[in-house]
Nanobody, 117 residues
Framework: QVRFLESGGGSVQPGGSLSLSCAASGSIFRFNTMGWYRQAPGKQRELVATKSRGNITKYADSVKGRFTISREDVKNIVYLQMNSLKPEDTAVYYC???????????WGQGTQVTVSP
């Protein structure tokens, strides 16, 4: 059983910044990957950024140079700093934990990010 406490998100004008945080608790394995995915209306859920406890980091090409993911391993918290936001960043952002074996994904409830003039 894994539980998530997500915070952050909201509405901002283009060019602005927002930050997200997500704390995972429960049955957390020592080695895992945490990160963020997003889903815009009518689109599939897509990876935004992930970071493993071994510091392997992945970013979607669309957010490279604008978003920064970080984490506090001991507390199982993952952050996403989003700068230079664009209207196309508008989506529900989901916290994700992947761990195993057997490897599986766990999801937070999602938080809305809206970028509009």
């Amino acid at each position: 059983q894994v539980r998530f406490l997500e915070s952050g998100g909201g509405s901002v004008q283009p060019g602005g910044s927002l930050s997200l945080s997500c704390a995972a608790s429960g049955s957390i394995f020592r080695f895992n990957t945490m990160g963020w995915y997003r889903q815009a209306p009518g689109k599939q859920r897509e990876l935004v950024a992930t970071k493993s406890r071994g510091n392997i980091t992945k970013y979607a090409d669309s957010v490279k140079g604008r978003f920064t993911i970080s984490r506090e391993d001991v507390k199982n918290i993952v952050y996403l700093q989003m700068n230079s936001l664009k209207p196309e960043d508008t989506a529900v952002y989901y916290c994700n934990l992947n761990q195993g074996p057997p490897f599986r994904d766990y999801w937070g409830q999602g938080t809305q990010v809206t970028v509009s003039p």
